[in-house]
C-alpha cells in the first residue's frame, strides 16, 4: 500500500529537475510530477516560514543590547539548560527521521513507536521552554520589561509555538496510522511532518547558536 | 465572559458627520439590496453551489475582481474627500470633514487602493488566466486557492466594518508609522482595525502567492517549457517569487505590532528600548517588494495586449524574462530609499540611491520591447491597447520622477512631499490600474463570453486619463513648491489652492470614468447576445487560453496538446502544431466543491474580530473552529470528482452545438 522507495525516488528526481529545459511528455513522469505537487509546496512554505523567522532573528539581533536597565544576557541565559533542550530536540528530530524510515519499510509498530518516542522528546521540549519562560517572568524578566526581553520571547516563543503545532499534528498523524494503517497518503503525510519538524530543528540550531551562545559570550 | 457584548453594542453607532452616517447608509443599503434581491429570484441556493463554495479558479477570479471593484468605490470615495478638504480647507475655512476624519480617511484610502483593489484585482487577473495560459485544468492546491480568496475577503469585510462598529479606522497613515500607531498614541481600535485587516489579507496573499508558484512549475502542458512559457505567466511568476520572500516578512512586523499593542512589548515603542525605525525599516522590506508584485502583473499583461493588437510576436522575450528577474532580485535591495532622511549616512545612501537608479535599466528595456512590438506591426487601437498608451507615457513620466527622487540630496528635498506623492500615483494609477483595466477588458470576454462596449471603454479610458493627468499634474508642481501630504489645512497666502482646485476637478473627471466604466459593464450585459464570443478568439490570440471556448467549462482543456511554440495557439492555428482534434478524449479530475475556505475565512474574520476588541474568548474559539476546519478538510480523501471520456465527450459536442 505504501509508497515504494523508487516511486519515491523518481518522484525526487522530478522534484529536483521541475526546471529542466524540454521535460518528457511522458505520462508517467506527469502523474509523478503531480504527486510531487504537495511535497514542492510545502517546501516552498517551509522557505516563506524561514524568512518569517529571518525577519525575527534580524529583529532580535538589532534589540539585543536594547536592555533599558533590564537584565542583559549574559544574566539570564543558562547554557546548561539550553545544552539539554538542544539534545532532547535533535533526538526527536532524528527519531523522527527513523519514523518516516520505518514507515516507508512499510513497519506501521515501529513507525508509531518512534512517532511516540519524536513526540515525547517534542513534549519534553516545550515543557522546558515553559519552564524557562515561567521563571524569567517569576524573576520580573518578562516580555514588558524591556526590547531586548520582548525580541527574546517573540523569537523563542514563535519557535516553541511551531513545535507545539508539529506536536498537535504529530499527534494526530500516530493517531490515523494507528487506527487505518500506512497508506500512500499516510506515508506522504507523515514525510512532510517530518520535514516540517527538521525545519524547526535547523531554526533551533540558529537560535541557540545567535541567541543563547552569542548571548552568553556576549557577542 | 459574554459580560463584554453589551460595549460591542454600544459601539454599534451611527456617526457623528455626515460622511459616515453616508457610509454606514451605503454599507447597511449595500447588504440589504443583496440580501432581497437573493430572496426575491430564489438565488440562494445558486450562490451556494455555484459561488460560495466553488474552487474553479476562474469564478474565484471573479469574486476577487468583484470585491476589488466594491472596494474601488470606498477608495475613490475616501480619494474624492480628500481633493475637496484640499481644495476647499484654505486659511481660516475648515473645508468639509475634522483634522482627525481626514487622517482617517487618507489612512483608509491607502491601504484599500493598495491591499484590496490593487491586489485583489491583480489575483483576480492570475486566478483567470494563468491556469488556462499554461495550459492546465486547474491550480495545484483548489481548496488553498478558494481559502486565499476568503482571507482576503474576510480583510475587505474588517476594514468596512469598521466605519460601523467602533467607528474608527486608523489614523497613522497606510502603513502605521509607530510610535505614532503605538497604544500610546492611538488609543483606541482604529490600529488594531487596520493591523489584523492587513494580517488576515496577507495571510491569504501569502498562500495564494505559494499557490501560483507551484502552478506555475508544475502544472505546465507537456513541451512548454519556461523559454516558451507566455510573458504574463512569467510576470507572475516573477511577482509570486516577490510575495513568497516578502509577505511573511510583513507577517512578521504586524505581529510584532500588534504583540506592543496588546500584550505590552516594545518592538518600537519610543520607551523600554523600542526602535520605531526598524518598523519602517521591516515594513519597507516588504512594502518595497510589493509595489513590484503589483506592476509585475500589469507589465505581463501590456506584453500581451501589445503582441495580440500588434500582430506580432512579442519584441525581445529573453530581454524581458531577464528585466522581470533582475527586477525580482533588485526591488529587495533598494528599500532604503522610502527614507533616506533617516540619517543612514552618505554611504548607506548612496547605495539604495544607485540600487533605485539601476531598477530603471530593466523597466526601460521592457518600454523599449514593446515599443519595437508595435513598430512595423498591424495595430488595432482597442481599448486595452489605449491603456496601453496611456500607461506608456504617465509611467514613464512618473519613472522619471522616481529616478530624480532616487538622489538622495534631491530626496531630502522632495520626501514625505506631494511631488512623491503624484510619482507613486503616476505608477499605481498609470502603471498598475491601467495595467488592470486592459487586462480585464482583454479577459473579460473569455471569462464571460462577451465582449465590453468598445465605445463607452473608450469614453473611460479618456476620462481617466484625460482626470488623471488633472489631478496629479498640479501635485508635481504643488510638491515642488513645498507642500508637504496629508494636509488638512494650508495658509492661503501659500497661494496653492488654484491648482488644488484643478486637482479635485482632475479627480472629478476620474470619477465620470468609473462612471462610464459602470455604465459599460451593464450596457455591455444588457446588449450580450450582440457581443457573443463565439469562436473563443474574439482578438486573434496567441497564447493557449484562446484555443478553448468562451466561457471555458469547469477542466478549461477537455484534451492536453503539446505546446512547443511560444505562441502555442498562434502556431496551432497556422498549422505547426498538434491539433486538439487530433487527440482522443479522456476522462478527467475535477475538484469538488466545497464550502470549509468559506468558514476558514469567515473564522478568521471572528478571530482578528475577537482580538481587536479584546474578546479573547471569541478569538481563540474563532481560531480554534478555522483550524479544525482545515484539519476536517486535510482528512478528506475524497475531494475529486471523474468525469468519464464519453462524458467529456458530450459536454464537449454540446458546448459546439449552437
Given amino acids: 500500500m505504501y509508497m515504494k522507495y523508487s516511486e519515491r525516488a523518481t518522484e525526487l528526481a522530478t522534484q529536483q529537475g521541475a526546471q529542466s529545459v524540454g521535460r518528457a511528455a ?39 543590547d536594547s ?25 526527536s528530530s532524528f527519531v523522527a527521521g527513523l519514523a518516516v524510515l520505518a514507515a516507508r519499510a512499510g513497519q506501521r509498530t515501529w513507525a508509531l513507536r518512534w512517532l511516540l518516542l519524536a513526540f515525547l522528546l517534542g513534549a519534553a521540549f516545550v515543557a522546558l521552554e515553559i519552564h524557562e519562560f515561567a ?19 517573540t523569537l523563542v516563543g514563535t519557535h516553541g509555538l511551531h513545535v507545539t503545532i508539529g506536536l498537535i499534528w504529530a499527534g494526530g498523524l500516530g493517531l490515523t496510522i494507528w487506527k487505518k494503517g500506512l497508506t500512500s497518503l499516510s506515508v506522504k503525510r507523515l514525510t512532510l511532518w517530518a520535514m516540517f519538524w527538521h525545519f524547526l530543528d535547523i531554526v533551533w540550531i540558529f537560535i541557540f547558536t545567535i541567541v543563547y551562545l552569542m548571548g552568553v559570550a556576549g557577542v | 465572559m459574554f459580560g463584554q457584548i453589551p460595549s460591542v453594542i454600544s459601539h454599534l453607532s451611527l456617526g457623528h458627520d455626515p460622511f459616515t452616517i453616508g457610509a454606514q447608509v451605503m454599507i447597511f443599503g449595500g447588504v440589504l439590496a443583496v440580501v432581497l434581491l437573493l430572496t426575491i429570484f430564489r438565488r440562494w441556493k445558486w450562490l451556494w453551489r455555484e459561488w460560495l463554495t466553488t474552487v474553479d479558479p476562474k469564478k474565484i477570479g471573479v ?284 554611504d548607506v545612501n548612496a547605495f539604495f540611491g544607485i540600487m533605485t537608479m539601476v531598477i530603471a535599466v530593466p523597466t526601460g528595456v521592457k518600454i523599449f520591447n514593446w515599443l519595437f512590438t508595435m513598430y512595423r506591426g498591424r495595430i488595432r487601437f482597442t481599448t486595452p491597447m489605449l491603456w496601453f498608451l496611456g500607461f506608456i507615457v504617465i509611467f514613464t513620466v512618473g519613472g522619471m520622477a522616481g529616478v530624480l527622487m532616487s538622489v538622495p540630496p534631491a530626496d531630502f528635498q522632495l520626501h514625505n512631499s506631494l511631488f512623491l506623492v503624484a510619482h507613486f500615483h503616476s505608477m499605481v494609477i498609470g502603471g498598475v490600474l491601467f495595467g488592470f483595466w486592459a487586462g480585464i477588458t482583454y479577459w473579460f470576454p473569455k471569462i464571460f463570453g462577451f465582449k465590453l462596449n468598445e465605445r463607452l471603454g473608450r469614453y473611460a479610458f479618456w476620462s481617466w486619463l484625460v482626470g488623471f493627468l488633472l489631478a496629479f499634474v498640479p501635485l508635481y508642481i504643488l510638491g515642488l513648491m513645498g507642500a508637504t501630504r496629508r494636509l ?107 464550502p470549509y475556505g468559506l468558514f476558514i475565512g469567515g473564522f478568521s474574520f471572528l478571530s482578528a474580530f475577537g482580538v481587536i476588541w479584546h474578546y479573547w474568548w471569541l478569538a481563540g474559539a474563532a481560531i480554534l473552529a478555522a483550524a479544525i476546519c482545515f484539519v476536517i478538510r486535510s482528512m478528506d480523501d475524497d475531494t475529486e470528482r471523474t468525469l468519464s471520456a464519453k462524458h467529456v465527450e458530450k459536454l464537449e459536442t454540446e458546448r459546439a452545438a449552437p
Avoid at chain 2, 491 to 519: E, P, T, Y
Avoid at chain 2, 541 to 553: F, I, K, N
Avoid at chain 2, 562 to 567: L, Y
Fill in chain 1, 26 to 64: 511522458g505520462s508517467a513522469s506527469r502523474q509523478a510530477e503531480a504527486a510531487g505537487k504537495t511535497e514542492f509546496g510545502f517546501w516552498v512554505y517551509l522557505m516563506t516560514d524561514c524568512i518569517l523567522f529571518a525577519s525575527l532573528f534580524a529583529t532580535f539581533a538589532v534589540l539585543r
Fill in chain 1, 67 to 91: 536592555t533599558f536597565g533590564g537584565p542583559t544576557r549574559p544574566e539570564i541565559f543558562s547554557l546548561s539548560f539550553v545544552l539539554l533542550e538542544t539534545m532532547i530536540l535533535l533526538t
Fill in chain 1, 135 to 153: 521563571k524569567l517572568a517569576s524573576e520580573d524578566h518578562g516580555w514588558r520589561r524591556s526590547a531586548f526581553l520582548s525580541s527574546f520571547f
Fill in chain 2, 63 to 346: 469574486m476577487y475582481i468583484l470585491v476589488a471593484l466594491i472596494m474601488l468605490l470606498r477608495g475613490g470615495a475616501d480619494a474624492m474627500m480628500m481633493r475637496i478638504q484640499q481644495a476647499l480647507s484654505v486659511g481660516d475655512s475648515t473645508g468639509i470633514i475634522s483634522a482627525d476624519t481626514f487622517q482617517q480617511v487618507f489612512s483608509a484610502h491607502g491601504t484599500i487602493m493598495i491591499f484590496f483593489v490593487a491586489m485583489g484585482l491583480m489575483f483576480g487577473l492570475i486566478n483567470w488566466v494563468v491556469p488556462l495560459q499554461i495550459g492546465a485544468r486547474d491550480v495545484a492546491f483548489p481548496f488553498l486557492n478558494a481559502t486565499s480568496f476568503w482571507l482576503f475577503a474576510a480583510g475587505a469585510a474588517l476594514i468596512n466594518i469598521s466605519l460601523v462598529v467602533g467607528e474608527q479606522f486608523s489614523a497613522a497613515g497606510w502603513l502605521a508609522y509607530p510610535p505614532l500607531s503605538e497604544l500610546a498614541y492611538s488609543p483606541g481600535v482604529g490600529v488594531d482595525y487596520w493591523i489584523w485587516a492587513l494580517q488576515v489579507a496577507g495571510i491569504g496573499s501569502l498562500l495564494a502567492g505559494i499557490n501560483f508558484v507551484v502552478t506555475i512549475l508544475r502544472m505546465r502542458r507537456p513541451g512548454m517549457n519556461l523559454m516558451k512559457m507566455p510573458m504574463f505567466t512569467w510576470s507572475v511568476l516573477g511577482a509570486m517569487t516577490l510575495v513568497i520572500f516578502a509577505f511573511p516578512i510583513l507577517t512578521a512586523t504586524l505581529s510584532m505590532l500588534a504583540l506592543d499593542r496588546t500584550l505590552g512589548m516594545h518592538f518600537f515603542t519610543a520607551d523600554f528600548g523600542g526602535n520605531p525605525m526598524m518598523y519602517v525599516n521591516l515594513i519597507w522590506a516588504w512594502g518595497h517588494p510589493e509595489v513590484y508584485i503589483l506592476i509585475l502583473p500589469a507589465f505581463g499583461i501590456f506584453s500581451e495586449v501589445v503582441s495580440t493588437f500588434s500582430r506580432k510576436r512579442l519584441f525581445g522575450y529573453t530581454s524581458m524574462v531577464w528585466a522581470i528577474w533582475a527586477i525580482v532580485f533588485l526591488s529587495f535591495i533598494v528599500w532604503l530609499h522610502h527614507f533616506f532622511t533617516m540619517g543612514a549616512g552618505a
Fill in chain 2, 488 to 594: 488638512d489645512n494650508y495658509d492661503a497666502s501659500l497661494g496653492w489652492q488654484q491648482l488644488f482646485i484643478v486637482a479635485g476637478v482632475g479627480v472629478a473627471i476620474i470619477g465620470v470614468g468609473i462612471g462610464f466604466m459602470a455604465l459599460q459593464l451593464i450596457y455591455s450585459i444588457w446588449k450580450r447576445h450582440e457581443n457573443r464570443d463565439t469562436t473563443g478568439d474574439p482578438w486573434g490570440g496567441r497564447t493557449l487560453e484562446w484555443s478553448v471556448p468562451s466561457p471555458p467549462p469547469e477542466y478549461n482543456f477537455a484534451k492536453i496538446t503539446e505546446a512547443n511554440d511560444r505562441d502555442a495557439w498562434w502556431a496551432i492555428k497556422q498549422g505547426k502544431a498538434q491539433k486538439p482534434e487530433d487527440l482522443p478524449y479522456t476522462s478527467i479530475k475535477v475538484p469538488k466543491n466545497t
